[in-house]
C-alpha cells in the first residue's frame, strides 16, 4: 500500500488594498508546472504572464469574487480575463508564498504574552566561610 497525492489547497485572504476582503482558494502546484513555467517561451510563442494566469485559472478552485452588480463571478480564465494584471500578479504572489510555507502576517498585532515579573535577588551578607 503507497501513500496517495493529495493536492493541499491554499486560502488567500487580501486584508487590505485595492482588493480587501477578496478570498481566493488555490491547489498546490507541482514542481513540474512550475519548471515549465521559469522556461522560456513555448512553442506557440506565449509569454511568461499568459502562462502564470493559464495556471492561475486551472489552479483555481473558489473565490468570492463579484461583478458590478453584485453577481458572483465563476473561478475561471474568463473571468479573469475581466480583471487587471495587477490582481493576477498578486494572486501569484500570495499563492508562491503560501506553497513554499512563508507565514501569513497576523490579523493582530501579536502581543508576545506579559512580561514576566521582575523579581528583586535578595541582597543579604553572605555567612562568612567556614575556611577562613
Not at 486560502?11 to 513555467?37: C, H, N, P, Q, W
Not at 489552479?59 to 475561471?76: F, I, K, Q, S, Y
Not at 502576517?105 to 508576545?112: A, D, F, H, K, T
Amino acid at each position: 500500500m503507497g501513500c496517495r497525492r493529495n493536492p493541499k489547497q491554499y486560502k488567500i485572504k487580501f486584508a487590505d488594498g485595492d482588493y480587501e476582503g477578496l478570498e481566493v482558494t488555490m491547489r498546490s502546484v507541482s514542481i513540474g508546472e512550475m519548471r515549465a513555467l521559469q522556461g522560456g517561451g513555448d512553442e506557440e510563442g506565449r509569454d511568461g504572464f499568459d502562462r502564470m494566469a493559464d495556471l492561475v485559472a486551472s489552479h483555481m478552485v473558489a473565490w468570492n469574487r463579484e461583478d458590478e452588480d453584485g453577481n458572483p463571478l465563476p473561478p475561471t480564465m474568463e473571468s479573469l480575463e475581466d480583471e487587471e494584471p495587477s490582481l493576477i500578479n498578486l494572486i501569484i504572489d500570495r499563492w508562491t508564498d503560501a506553497v513554499a510555507g512563508v507565514p501569513a502576517p497576523l490579523e493582530q498585532p501579536s502581543n508576545s504574552g506579559a512580561s514576566a515579573p521582575v523579581e528583586s535577588i535578595p541582597m543579604a551578607p553572605l555567612s562568612p566561610s567556614l575556611a577562613s
